[in-house]
């Protein structure tokens, strides 16, 4: 998957929420590597895997370090400077906010933390990252400032158990997350599950087991979901027909993929475009 930006500073919103994004990354993989970068907003972010067992980091001078076992939020401020010492591959997410919106930070309490990723967290993130085809509908952009503070909290709420007795807790089961990124990265074409998990060593039963740890929907849903999100963006482009845009994104069957749309949108592929279009 590729680095994903989006500016939501001119996007209309309903409801009067204190806390507005002004822009959303996701970056899978990322390689950015800072070099005495003063920071000008407010930074909300999530990195969820590294690549290496530690990633170093100085902030305003005191060296910080991550441990690859457990995801990490932090919240940097605005004149933060930031340079890394020992960069690291990794996979985050992040929010920027108005370097004026300061109050309205401390009201919500958030703290940088290290967390497990919780099957409630997983299901808050999905929800986050099914929004970011449809953000020039009517109340997209607001459900996004909410999640992005509920996605938050429960990183918050994760790393409670976690900090109460990190000694009695098991570390993650890597193999889940590399075959998540296998589903990530080839979502739209067939995926042979058992040839995956003789691959990385699994049985059925432990793939089942170890999965319902960090996600609240089935593999199956997962990669329907995946190919979803593709959809919608397919559907942008009018000189595709619907059938192909189903093949593109991974759905063997136009009338399977028709159902799944619906289902998971309330509306056909067809009137999707139409409304993404006048939009």
């Not at 799944?260 to 949108?265: H, L």
Request: aromatic residues 12%; positive net charge; contains cysteine.
């Amino acid at each position: 998957m590729e680095n994903q930006t989006y500016d939501l500073r001119k996007i209309r919103r309903y409801l009067d929420f204190p806390l507005k994004i002004e822009t959303i990354g996701f970056r899978p993989k990322n390689n950015w590597v800072h070099r005495h970068n003063r920071i000008t907003q407010y930074f909300l972010c999530f990195v969820m895997k590294r690549e290496k067992p530690v990633s170093i980091t100085r902030v305003n001078g005191s060296l910080q370090e991550s441990s690859a076992q457990l995801a990490h939020m932090g919240l940097v401020r605005p004149g933060t400077v930031m340079d890394s010492v020992e960069p690291s591959c990794q996979d985050e997410l992040f929010f920027t906010y108005s370097p004026s919106v300061g109050e309205q930070i401390d009201h919500f309490h958030l703290r940088p933390c290290n967390f497990e990723l919780t099957p409630a967290f997983n299901d808050t993130l999905q929800r986050i990252r099914n929004s970011f085809s449809r953000l020039q509908y009517p109340g997209v952009a607001d459900r996004l400032d909410c999640l992005a503070i509920e996605l938050a909290q429960e990183a918050m709420i994760a790393s409670l158990s976690w900090e109460k007795n990190p000694a009695s807790k098991m570390i993650p089961d890597e193999r889940i997350f590399l075959i998540s990124n296998y589903f990530q990265m080839h979502f739209d074409g067939p995926v042979d599950l058992d040839a995956l998990l003789r691959k990385h060593g699994m049985t059925r039963r432990t793939f089942y087991r170890e999965w319902k740890k960090y996600y609240t929907v089935t593999p199956a849903q997962y990669l329907i979901d995946l190919r979803l999100q593709c959809a919608c963006e397919l559907l942008r482009d009018p000189g595709k027909k619907i059938y192909e845009i189903a093949a593109e994104s991974g759905f063997s069957d136009p009338m399977y993929f028709d159902h799944c749309f619906a289902r998971r949108y309330g509306c056909s592929p067809q009137a999707y475009r139409k409304n993404a279009v006048r939009g």
